[in-house]
């Protein structure tokens, strides 16, 4: 309790987790977007005995430790696979854009539990999502 506040910010500072990203080069330029909003739901919800992000999530609105564990989670893992299709400096940054979006709907959808969020269905928050995700991939 003195050094992290609580059992969620031990467990934050201890954890490792893999955010299993998929091999981007193999998607279509064209679907990557949706490609990376499926992956991501896929990764939050499919094994129901595996919640360590959603509980991650849900340390890090409140704890600093749990909050630096989740950038570096997503600096170390998703910033290499994005700089894989956007090379150069701009990798980080639209990595950056995308983890708002990922980390956004997974707030809503798994700690606020908004039913207007929470109740899509897979494929219409891919389809409303992923030109989002997309545009920060490719620009413009």
Not at 103 to 117: D, W
Request: aromatic share 8%; charged share 20%; glycine share 8%.
């Amino acid at each position: 309790m003195r050094y992290f506040g609580s059992k969620e910010g031990l467990f934050a500072a201890a954890a490792s987790f893999d955010l299993r990203l998929p091999d981007l080069a193999a998607v279509p330029r064209g679907n990557l977007g949706m490609a990376l909003v499926r992956h991501f739901l896929a990764r939050w919800e499919g094994d129901p005995s595996d919640d360590a992000l959603r509980v991650l999530l849900r340390a890090a609105a409140s704890h600093d430790t749990a909050a630096e564990r989740m950038r570096q989670i997503f600096r170390a893992q998703l910033v290499p696979a994005i700089a894989g299709i956007v090379p150069g400096p701009q990798a980080a940054e639209r990595a950056g854009l995308i983890a708002t979006q990922m980390i956004g709907l997974a707030f809503c959808r798994y700690v606020l539990r908004l039913p207007e969020i929470a109740d899509l269905p897979h494929d219409t928050v891919a389809a409303r999502i992923g030109p989002t995700v997309q545009r920060y991939l490719m620009g413009r």
